[in-house]
T-cell receptor, first 113, second 112 residues
Framework: KAGVTQTPRYLIKTRGQQVTLSCSPI?????VSWYQQTPGQGLQFLFE???????NKGNFPGRFSGRQFSNSRSEMNVSTLELGDSALYLC????????????FGPGTRLTVL | AQSVTQPDIHITVSEGASLELRCNYS??????LFWYVQSPGQGLQLLLK??????LVQGIKGFEAEFKRSQSSFNLRKPSVHWSDAAEYFC??????????FGKGTLLTVNP
């Protein structure tokens, strides 16, 4: 089975721009979660989607948003980029969420200049 | 709310030596516990998990971890470390609310 895929792997943007990251879960997995990883804050939960519905959300500003499509693929969007948004954004998938094990993709490295 | 503490930011061991990485969690009910490993520039790879049952769990790459409810701990161990084990290790707790809460990680350096 193919693993979680994330595109693009690397992105460079400037302050004020917006960015969209994509995640394709493992085949058959319906839950997709997003995490932000930075040296200072570590790994922080952004949000989780299941059947196109957001079931949980972390403590991030409204500039961070996401969505899930009927094929379980997910995107996250960050608007009005700030320097502090530079991070590795990790996507994880699981069969149903809740207590399931989450399997992570390789991440998208976002650099904001 | 759940939380995880990994007391050791950086550990250095010699190749062939034993390893123990510490993890303490805070959660009122029975937690779901995980250890993940991350190589530079990579995503997280699952090493092992504890949901219930036997408190000593075996994982991939020769790792094991022991759940101790009385100490709120889930320490990761390996009897003999290989140079390829050098990476960052993350302990995580799940509370059935669709998210994982991670510790800050322990960076492992392996000396030849």
């Amino acid at each position: 089975k193919a693993g979680v895929t994330q595109t693009p792997r690397y992105l460079i943007k400037t302050r004020g721009q917006q960015v969209t990251l994509s995640c394709s879960p493992i085949s058959g997995h319906r839950s997709v979660s997003w995490y932000q990883q930075t040296p200072g804050q570590g790994l922080q939960f952004l949000f989780e989607y299941f059947s196109e519905t957001q079931r949980n959300k972390g403590n991030f500003p409204g500039r961070f948003s996401g969505r899930q499509f009927s094929n379980s693929r997910s995107e996250m969007n960050v608007s009005t980029l700030e320097l502090g948004d530079s991070a590795l954004y990790l996507c994880a998938s699981s069969p149903e969420g809740s207590t399931d094990t989450q399997y992570f993709g390789p991440g998208t490295r976002l650099t904001v200049l | 709310a759940q939380s995880v503490t990994q007391p050791d930011i950086h550990i250095t061991v010699s190749e062939g030596a034993s390893l123990e990485l510490r993890c303490n969690y805070s959660y009122g009910a029975t937690p779901y516990l995980f250890w993940y490993v991350q190589s530079p520039g990579q995503g997280l790879q699952l090493l092992l998990k504890y949901f219930s049952g036997d408190t000593l769990v075996q994982g991939i790459k020769g790792f094991e971890a022991e759940f101790k409810r009385s100490q709120s701990s889930f320490n990761l161990r390996k009897p003999s470390v290989h140079w390829s084990d050098a990476a960052e290790y993350f302990c995580a707790v799940g509370a059935g609310n669709y998210k994982l809460t991670f510790g800050k990680g322990t960076l492992l350096t392996v000396n030849p």
